[in-house]
């Protein structure tokens, strides 16, 4: 993208306040989020494919991975299901091909099953799924690439617009865990809050952006 | 019409069926409101609860740990103390457990009217003399310090346990002399304003919504009826009062 869109799109809203861009634009290792602007398709709960534009709202450009980049969100097709997850498996199977970290940010937790097999297609393995809150079973090495799944309905109630459960982790051991999870992180998936919809950004939105940082942090360094 | 919305016109409680106390069988739960509002102070609103509680309990798609029905709010009109005394007696004679959703603490005075002989299990900021006066030693649970001096003595000649919320946030929430029957009152009350504030009492340095529930689950105690009190909802816009409330009930209903 040349200076001059650059400029132009300096005064979009992005995430963590990172550089706008498109695919065209990213190299290996850099970490591209996108948004997932669909919240009907697996635990399906109605609010959550606003996250995206709830964090980008609340963003401030100073503390993001230097080497991170918005893509804008993935497009998505949410009531037809077979091409919606044709489209947005090939997208993320473009970004992860270019040698990029991705993270999926909002929506339901299909987007994780997406990135999963687009990480497939990628690598020609199985990429394992580390939920910050479970881990897995297996103790994977430092190299072993592996998916990171941020599901924020794991925050305790008290972090909560609209709680659903009253215990859970705070922020705080949430991004403890995506700092601990062993392994090689290679892409990333924060789904699963309805954040409530006001223009500066509501505890748990604030919450969801501090841990959106912590990902793109872990995506870049790749392991712990 | 989504699921949540069919949901909320055929159940009741947490999709409990509404019925008549004739349909509810043995060793199941009636689960009854009994919209009665605080008659002084700032903080009204009980009267809203038992429907709030409906009403949140079938968006959050939470299930009883036990079969029955919903009974619906009872009449206010007329003696509805004598009424609801009457109803907990049959109730509870016919091996049922009332789940009382109230309202204001008279609600809970007459179901304890119904049970005399029983213990209670009494989760308030404030002890009240009525109840430490039953014959029965009562337990209490997060009081403050704050107590009436003759309910206190009253309490300490007869030694009944009791716990301060801090005492139960520190981890001390062991009873000696736990009944293995007893009446259970939750007064919302007894949660911190600054955790969840839908309560028509203020309580500073109150129990957390979450110790509440760990400390009434953990009780190995059979509830012969449960009546919870004092919630005023349309001071929690977040929920976490009506939250804390359904989520005690189902500690208590799934060990008790």
């Not at chain 1, 999926?104 to 297609?121: C, E, F, H, M, N």
């Not at chain 1, 982790?169 to 949430?174: F, I």
């Not at chain 2, 019925?19 to 009854?32: H, I, R, Y």
């Amino acid at each position: 993208m040349g200076d001059l869109a650059q400029i132009q799109f300096d005064t979009i809203p992005s995430f963590l306040g990172v550089p706008v861009g498109d695919l065209e634009d990213l190299m290996p290792g850099q970490v591209a989020m996108a948004g997932y602007f669909c919240d009907n398709l697996d635990r399906p709960t109605a609010g959550q494919r606003y996250l995206a534009r709830q964090l980008r709202y609340v963003s401030r450009p100073g503390k993001a991975p230097t080497n991170a980049i918005d893509l804008g969100d993935v497009n998505v097709f949410p009531l037809e299901r077979d091409k919606h997850f044709s489209a947005v498996i090939s997208q993320c199977e473009a970004v992860l091909g270019t040698g990029a970290r991705m993270i999926l940010v909002g929506g339901d937790s299909s987007g994780l099953k997406a990135l999963g097999i687009a990480a497939r297609k990628v690598t020609g393995a199985d990429v394992p799924v580390v939920s910050v809150t479970g881990g897995i079973t297996d103790n994977p090495s430092k190299t072993q690439p592996i998916i990171l799944s941020v599901d924020l309905q794991e925050l305790a109630g008290i972090w909560m617009s609209q709680p659903r459960r009253l215990t859970g982790l705070s922020p705080a051991q949430m991004i403890a865990q995506i700092d601990a999870t062993p392994g090689n992180v290679v892409a990333a998936a924060i789904f699963g809050l309805a954040p409530a919809l006001d223009n500066r950004g509501s505890t748990e939105t604030r919450a969801a952006l501090a841990i959106l940082q912590a990902v793109a942090e872990r995506l870049e360094k790749g392991a712990p | 019409m989504n699921n949540v919305q069919k949901r909320l016109m055929m159940a009741g409680y947490a999709g409990l069926p509404f019925g008549e106390f004739s349909q509810c069988v043995a060793g199941s739960v009636g689960v009854l409101g009994v919209p009665s509002e605080v008659d002084s102070g700032p903080r009204v609103g009980a009267s809203l609860a038992p429907d709030a509680l409906r009403r949140m309990s079938q968006q959050l798609g939470i299930d009883l740990p036990a079969n029955g029905r919903d009974l619906g709010n009872l009449d206010l009109s007329g003696d509805w103390p004598g009424v609801l005394t009457q109803l907990v007696t049959q109730m509870v004679d016919d091996d049922i457990v009332p789940v009382v959703l109230g309202g204001a603490s008279d609600v809970a005075s007459a179901v304890l009217q119904a049970l005399p002989d029983l213990p209670v299990v009494a989760a308030m900021p404030l002890a009240r003399g009525d109840v430490a006066a039953r014959p029965e030693n009562t337990i209490w649970v997060g009081l403050n310090g704050g107590q009436p001096a003759d309910v206190w003595d009253q309490i300490s000649q007869r030694t009944m346990a009791w716990r301060t919320a801090r005492q139960l946030d520190e981890g001390h929430t062991d009873f000696s002399g736990m009944p293995e029957c007893a009446v259970l009152w939750i007064d919302i009350s007894v949660i911190d304003l600054g955790h969840a504030a839908g309560a028509v009492g203020l309580n500073p340095g109150g129990m957390k919504p979450e110790t509440l529930v760990s400390v009434i689950g953990a009780m190995a105690c059979s509830w012969q009826a449960i009546v919870i009190t004092g919630l005023a909802p349309a001071r929690d816009t977040r929920g976490m009062s009506e939250l804390a409330a359904i989520e005690t009930l189902n500690a208590a209903l799934r060990n008790g």
